[in-house]
């Protein structure tokens, strides 16, 4: 007992008391969920910002230093993703951060990055909450308080006035939900149900939906998981209604997980960026195909480009990259082109009306926001 | 490309030292409640979620750090002396079920009263107290803390008190011969582990600056479980190793030079058989050996 509690202690001091060394690259760090529900954001994100960085370095890098990447796993965990932030933060020093890719692993890590001046860049993170995360905050991808406002503009073009809502209670469901009944007239709404996380039965909610009028299901899940059991049952009872969603239906592997019940499917988020691009090709060359989607591939690849265009401005500190980003007239990325608000929010990222359409999504037109 | 190392900054030992800070009151009250008294209560983070969202709901509400602090540590005391109640009135595996229970219905009022707790979303922007608003100066107030929770189990471990729960543990009905009741010492230990779960709940949300209910799921509470059987049940020094140790190890994985593409899986699957080794090894320990003469 004695030896194993003596190796044990030693394992974890050795390893406690490790970090790498710098050289003379320029770190950047990357925080994701690299395992559990979330991994395929993670992996694609991760993907999306090894491109870019290898790209740069086959060009000789930046004034002639490579960039290397450090990549932590947030778990789309606050706790864990903090614990990441406070070693790319103080012990490798990077000079900025692409993530979180969960909002509560960007929040948790954004006082961390606060506190050391040092930039962090999300390319997933869509709750509104992000928008105050502080100075030093950026993200590439639109807060959901605007997607919702794209939606309610689409429902009413066509006319949809009776939503028939579900919902997983996770963060990202709930602040759709509640960003999306702001946006829409008050008796929009006439059915309005929250899962318990992770749930995958919902035929006694789909058995009391099919006694209530209603024009479209909207499905508020977080994951594939349970967007395709959501849309399975809904389907297996019967009902013709059309079904429209956001971000998390706009990923391919819901059209293998229930392909027949995501067929005409809906969905509203940011243009599928990259797709059927030269983007896409090399992607997919290299890292074999997106597992959630190439778009978030893509945003991960441009939160990369804005880091690395400030840093070839001449910017060397986090509190330059900062201001550099602030001033940032336009960067010409993969996902089109923005900039970013006071708030570090994007801006000039708009969005596309989309469809699955034989087991595929294409996009059939777009949608702007005032 | 092997890498060269050379030692960590000063703000990640702080961090180190603040995250077993947190960690160790509420361990060494699992330790005294689980480990010592082999009470099987499994809703210590029920008590730990309602003492949380009590401190800082009252915090947010008032802007003061002192309420807050008494309403997180007036929830934990109220809903320990229901676990405190359950453990007189149920057997030992009834309480486990019952615990539980209690835990969803706790964790379920707070992530579906979104009109107080913001439900999933959590709380944040949580502030620390003026005072220690730096990573060194939260990492001492931290450890102060958990220095008095420390020597308060440890002096503990040789009252009355940690006898008379050892002595339930071995054989109830003996105990209850030899007049110690069980109830006052249930009452007595679970209100210890109450006054653990509000000082860690206290500086965790203040710590991370957001409280939110993904850290307050089951496996947070097998994690609590596990450590306390590494360190052997009803160890103080043996909890406060385990928690040391097993906090650094979690986040000295972080440094094995592995590719990204493997990186986080890795870190998983071998803080998992680390942990099932020292738990393995421990497993004698579980459950007291009947004494025979």
Redesign the interface.
């Known amino acids: 007992m004695k030896r194993s509690l003596a190796l044990l202690s030693l394992t974890a001091l050795a390893l406690t008391a490790c970090q790498p060394a710098g050289g003379g690259t320029i770190k950047i760090g990357y925080i994701g969920p690299l395992t559990g529900d979330a991994a395929s954001y993670g992996v694609d994100t991760l993907n999306g910002v090894k491109m870019k960085i290898e790209e740069i370095n086959a060009a000789g890098g930046i004034n002639g230093r490579q960039i290397e990447i450090v990549a932590e796993d947030g778990k789309c965990t606050g706790s864990e993703a903090a614990s990441a932030a406070q070693k790319l933060v103080n012990v490798d020093k990077v000079i900025a951060i692409v993530g979180g890719q969960c909002s509560g692993e960007t929040l948790a890590a954004a006082p961390i990055a606060e506190e050391g001046k040092v930039v962090i860049v999300s390319p997933v993170s869509s709750s509104p909450d992000v928008t105050k995360a502080g100075d030093y905050v950026f993200r590439d991808y639109p807060s959901d308080a605007l997607k919702t406002k794209a939606m309610a503009k689409y429902f009413a073009e066509e006319k949809i006035t009776k939503v028939a809502m579900i919902s997983e209670n996770t963060d990202f469901a709930s602040a759709f939900r509640a960003s999306l009944k702001e946006n829409l007239p008050a008796d929009a709404v006439v059915f309005d149900e929250v899962v318990e996380p992770g749930t995958k039965d919902f035929r006694t909610l789909m058995t009391r939906l099919k006694n209530v009028k209603f024009d479209t299901f909207f499905p508020n899940a977080q994951s594939d998981a349970t967007m395709a059991a959501m849309m399975q049952q809904f389907r297996d009872q019967g009902m013709k209604q059309p079904a429209i969603s956001h971000d998390i239906a706009d990923s391919v592997t819901l059209a293998k997980l229930a392909p027949e019940a995501v067929e005409g499917m809906w969905v509203i988020n940011v243009p599928t960026s990259g797709q059927g691009t030269s983007f896409e090709t090399d992607f997919t060359a290299k890292y074999g195909a997106a597992q959630a989607t190439i778009a978030f591939a893509a945003h991960a690849y441009d939160a990369a480009g804005v880091i690395a265009e400030a840093l070839k401005a001449g910017a060397t500190d986090g509190t330059a990259i900062k201001d550099w980003l602030y001033n940032m007239k336009e960067y010409k990325g993969v996902v089109g082109a923005f900039s970013f608000d006071r708030n570090g929010d994007v801006v000039g990222v708009p969005y596309g009306l989309k469809q699955f359409q034989k087991g595929v999504i294409r996009q059939v037109k777009g949608i702007s926001v005032d | 490309m092997p890498?060269?190392?050379?030692?960590?900054?000063?703000?990640?030992f702080f961090?180190?030292i603040t995250?077993i800070a947190i960690a160790l009151p509420a361990q060494l009250g699992y330790t005294f409640v689980f480990g010592r008294g082999k009470i099987l209560h499994f809703g210590p983070i029920g008590v730990s979620t309602v003492a949380a969202y009590g401190t800082f709901l009252t915090l947010n509400a008032t802007g003061s750090f002192l309420l807050g602090l008494c309403a997180g540590v007036l929830m934990a005391l109220a809903f320990s002396l229901l676990f405190a109640w359950l453990s007189f009135r149920l057997d030992s595996d009834g309480l486990g079920i019952m615990s539980i229970a209690v835990y969803l219905a706790l964790f379920?009022v707070v992530?579906?009263w979104?009109s107080l707790t913001r439900?999933?979303?959590?709380l944040?922007?949580i502030p620390r107290v003026p005072f220690a608003d730096?990573?060194m100066s939260f990492a001492l107030l931290t450890t102060g803390a958990c220095v008095l929770w420390t020597l308060f189990f440890l002096w503990l471990d040789r009252t009355k008190l940690a006898r008379q729960v050892s002595a339930l543990a071995e054989g109830e009905w003996h105990a209850k011969a030899l007049g110690i009741s069980r109830a006052g010492a249930h009452i007595a230990a679970f209100v210890i582990l109450g006054l653990t779960l509000a000082s860690d709940n206290f500086f965790y949300a203040q710590?991370?600056?957001?409280l939110?209910p993904?850290?307050y799921y089951f496996p947070a509470f097998v994690s609590l479980l596990m450590i306390t059987v590494a360190g052997k049940p009803g160890s103080t020094p043996g909890a406060i190793?385990a928690t040391i140790?097993?906090s650094?190890?979690k986040?000295?994985?972080?440094?094995?030079?592995f590719p990204?593409?493997v990186?986080?899986?890795l870190?998983?699957m071998l803080f998992g058989i680390?942990l099932l080794?020292?738990v393995w090894?421990q497993r004698d320990t579980l459950f007291p050996k009947k004494r025979t003469i």
């Open positions: 890498r060269f190392y050379n030692l960590p900054e000063m703000p990640f961090h180190l995250v379920a992530l579906n979104t439900g999933a979303l959590g944040p922007r730096s990573a710590y991370y600056h957001l939110h993904s850290d190793i140790l097993l650094l190890l986040e000295g994985l972080r440094f094995l030079p990204s593409a990186l986080g899986p870190r998983l680390i080794a020292a090894i």
